[in-house]
Nanobody, 121 residues
């Protein structure tokens, strides 16, 4: 069973920083893209940051220059360093991975349990 375990969320003041971690475990042939999405109450889920197996990154315009996504392939872990946090960053952050199983060409999606990030003003 493949699982994603997220950690690092919490309550911070505006201008503060948090670092989210997401570790994948289980039998996985290959992890392709890894990324972070967030969803605030009453709002649509949105992409925050994504990183490919080769290290190519994409960011939402609202977080460019403030957030940094990285991955450690030896640990099957993706990170999101969040600096200069704003109240509008408040949301549940979900880790997401695309992976391939042994003997299967298909790409599967897996979501973490979510971690709450709250930024006070």
């Amino acid at each position: 069973q493949v699982q994603l375990v997220e950690s690092g969320g919490g309550l911070v003041e505006a201008g503060g920083s948090l670092r989210l971690s997401c570790a994948a475990s289980g039998i996985i042939s290959r992890i392709n893209d890894m990324g972070w999405y967030r969803q605030a109450p009453g709002k649509q889920r949105e992409l925050v940051a994504r990183i490919s197996n080769g290290g190519m990154t994409n960011y939402a315009d609202s977080v460019k220059g403030r957030f940094t996504v990285s991955r450690d392939n030896s640990k099957n872990t993706v990170y999101l360093q969040m600096n200069s946090l704003k109240p509008e960053d408040t949301a549940v952050y979900y880790c997401h991975v695309q992976y391939v199983r042994y003997g299967d060409w298909r790409e599967y999606d897996l979501w973490g349990q979510g971690t709450q990030v709250t930024v006070s003003s």
